[in-house]
């Protein structure tokens, strides 16, 4: 069902008084996402037992007039939750917005991205594996927003549902956790991205599957929540956002609902050449070409390695980050599989909120250069022309750093 979409320029204004005979009806759980240009737009989602459309109140922070938008309304898998989205187009750069959702008193805001990174750093949460337990997603939450980035990404095993009807429980826990805990303290909610992990999938891989068929229909049967709920990737759950000229952001599936082989990576190597000229280019997945806990040679991490980390190379990629094993780990830069200067440096390995797992010895893991058993994510700060990397565990102690990079500046005209 297509969305309908706001351009925010063109609505009516309207003079919306607060009024408390409303009474307490505050969404089920919110979510906020981009599936166009970040700088001028933005989806909201929210989840009511509601069928009928609900309205979104908005206006630029500082105005006094809100703009009432309404919303479309799409199934929830499994659920008498409805899922109403908005899209909302031609907002202005690095502003804030200020929205209310249908008869609630809360004021919750969002910023749109900037336009460059011209005397301003973007701050980036990456992480993944996110839900083994729900204070412990939580908790790791708390600590991301008190650290204010502009927006979180999480590669894959959000709640650990499987694709299946008798989890819903665990989808309504993460997306609860959500909407108490990816907000700041001022109310600023932390717009977030997503990508496949095998925990998404009804038994976890598309190879399970006899008769698979790499459509529409069947990724949506495999995978009911993540194409149901996440307007970003959608389909065919990979996709890239780009932020201006200085940002793209790759999601890619690492086999749960589409192969890497084929269609996929036809798509990566076009993707990736039509943004030469992009200062930043990010892959971000679930299953780690240089995995900190599970075996080198196992079928997926060996397909990843030697599909796309080539085309990586070649494309001008400097850093990847990559989920699924349960701890943390930072490798050295690496071409041509093998640590070499100007290589690309592999982060991640997914502990957000999950059991941490041992890993690999890091002083004879040829690749490792650093890796721990700890639930942990990583801070990207990108600035003109540079990177940073600063990695944090649950508790917010700093267990990482890496860059003031200089990013390759992109060829002037």
Known sequence: MPVRTYRFVLLVLLCFAVSTAFGQSDPKAFYLTWTDDPSHSMVVDWHLERLEPDTLFIREKGK????SLESDVLPYPFSTRYVHRISVQGLKPAREYEIKFGKSERVYFFRTMPKNLKNTALKIA?????MHQKEWLEKTNRVVSGLDPDFV?????????NGVAENVGRIYDWFDAYSKTLVTAEGRILPCLVAAGNHEVVRGYHSAHQGYVQNNEFRNRIAPYFYGLFAFPGQPGYNVLDFGDYLSLIILDTEHSNPILGAQ???LKSTLAARQDVAFKLPIYHVPAYPSVRAYGDKVQTLVRET?????EQHGVQLAFENHDHAYKRTFPIKNMQVAEGGIVYVGDGSWGVTPRDIHPVDSTWYLQVAQKIRAFTLLTLEDGAYRITSYDEDGRVIDQFGDKIWPRKQED
Do not use: H
């Not at 006094?64 to 703009?67: D, F, I, L, P, Q």
């Not at 990456?126 to 996110?130: H, K, N, Q």
């Open 64 to 67: 006094t007039k809100w703009s």
């Open 308 to 312: 796309w980390t080539p085309i990586f």
């Open 265 to 267: 990576t036809d798509w």
């Open 153 to 161: 990404i999480i590669g894959g095993d959000m709640a650990y549902e």
């Open 126 to 130: 990456i992480g993944g594996d996110s």
